[in-house]
């Protein structure tokens, strides 16, 4: 039983991390009304910004400031040269504009930062809490309990803010009707760059806590893709949704990878390793089917 419940509680933890990517998306989604294809690619210039600045003799703290001024000037030029040329158009070339915005990224980041893969060390140590380890006999990683927290503790903030505050309002309003939201007075410019800008801030949290457990390198880039099945559960338009999905997702890979196996070998014989990469993506499938919208996603009835 203690080893159920560290794999559970491993995935939880992990599925905090995957949140805190969809987060990004979902901020965008709720913006604009389109996937943010670039936010992977987003994630991986911040950690290249952190990791790269440090390289040049600055000291952690100064690194994350100015990986901070550059994710946050990246998200508000995106919106003054790239969406703010695109109000009204449709939703596919706000998406095409976003898919070229990742391939712009990921040949731009390497030329500054370089594109060797590096440790980031943000001063947490990934170990087992001696607490957990002594008393209970399960190996809960130190490294894992902070990310979630600082991950749960930014999506709760994020929450709040855009559900109480002004901004949060006129946001909402923007993502049901440009238009609508433009005839009344709410400057969709500046909505957009402080969206993106939030945005850019998340993918610097992100972007710090997936590569110092992974290393940065290319590979942060596909952390969008694990944010997927996050999105598809929690629904595209919700904050709280995507720690919900990322909760659920995390936990269920980490339960599948174990468990499922050997039932696979028993029946069928063979190797069925791997689980753990294409099974959130099985998963969301089938949600697909019951609930399209996502548990916290807004359902829209076809009038007729």
């Known amino acids: ?18 949140a805190l ?32 600045i440090m390289e040049w003799g600055a000291p952690l703290w100064l690194a994350v400031i100015l990986a901070f001024a550059i994710m ?54 990934d170990e087992p809490i001696p607490y957990i380890l002594d008393n209970w006999n399960m190996v809960i990683s130190k490294f894992d309990l902070i990310a979630a927290g600082v991950a749960a503790v930014l999506v709760t903030v994020l929450a709040l803010f855009f559900q109480y505050t002004r901004i949060g309002r006129a946001l909402r309003a923007v993502a049901d009707d440009h238009q609508a939201a433009l005839s009344i007075g709410i400057p969709l410019q500046h909505i957009w760059a402080i969206v993106w800008g939030v945005a850019g801030f998340v993918a610097l949290v992100a972007g710090m806590m997936w590569g110092a457990r992974n ?50 070998q028993d029946l069928f014989g063979g190797n069925f390793g791997g689980i753990e990469g294409w099974f959130p993506y099985v998963l969301a499938l089938l949600f697909l089917l019951v609930r399209p919208e996502g548990l916290f996603g807004e359902k829209h009835i076809d009038r007729v």
Do not use: C, H, W
């Open 1 to 18: 039983m203690e080893f159920f419940f560290e794999v559970l509680i491993g995935g939880l933890l992990s599925g905090v991390m995957y």
């Open 21 to 52: 990517v969809a987060l990004g998306f979902v901020l965008i989604y709720k913006a604009s009304g389109v996937f943010n294809f670039a936010q992977g690619a987003m994630v991986y210039l911040a950690a290249l910004s952190v990791v790269g």
């Open 215 to 264: 290393g940065v390198q290319f590979a942060l880039t596909f952390t969008a893709l694990k944010a997927l099945p996050v999105l598809i559960l929690g629904g595209f338009t919700s904050v709280p949704g995507a720690i919900v999905g990322g909760l659920i997702i995390g936990a269920s890979e980490k339960l599948a990878e174990i468990y499922i196996p050997p039932v696979m």
């Open 72 to 125: 946050t000037a990246f998200g508000i030029g995106t919106e003054k040269f790239v969406l703010r040329k695109l109000v009204n158009q449709p939703p596919i070339a706000l998406f095409m504009a976003t898919i070229g915005l990742t391939f712009f990224i990921e040949g731009l980041a390497p030329m500054i930062f370089g594109s060797d893969p590096r440790a980031l060390d943000i001063g947490i140590v």
